[in-house]
């Protein structure tokens, strides 16, 4: 998925998919994000996790 988001090819659903991942990754295993970093560069890790997710939610009337 990091692969598509570097190509563009990722909707903001996707995007916001990919960032909910890399969070939990960093929480149970930190070290997998250590090498996405690497594999990827810390900058494009850096931009996932500051995609602004805004109002997905109310955007696209999906229900808590």
Do not use: C, W
Request: hydrophobic letters at 40%.
């Amino acid at each position: 998925m990091i692969h598509h988001y570097k190509l563009s090819k990722l909707d903001k659903k996707s995007i916001i998919k990919l960032k909910g991942l890399l969070a939990f990754a960093l929480d149970v295993e930190p070290l997998f994000v250590a090498r996405m970093k690497t594999k990827y560069s810390q900058i494009t890790i850096d931009k996932i996790m500051k995609e602004d997710s805004g109002n997905y939610r109310q955007n696209n009337n999906i229900q808590s």
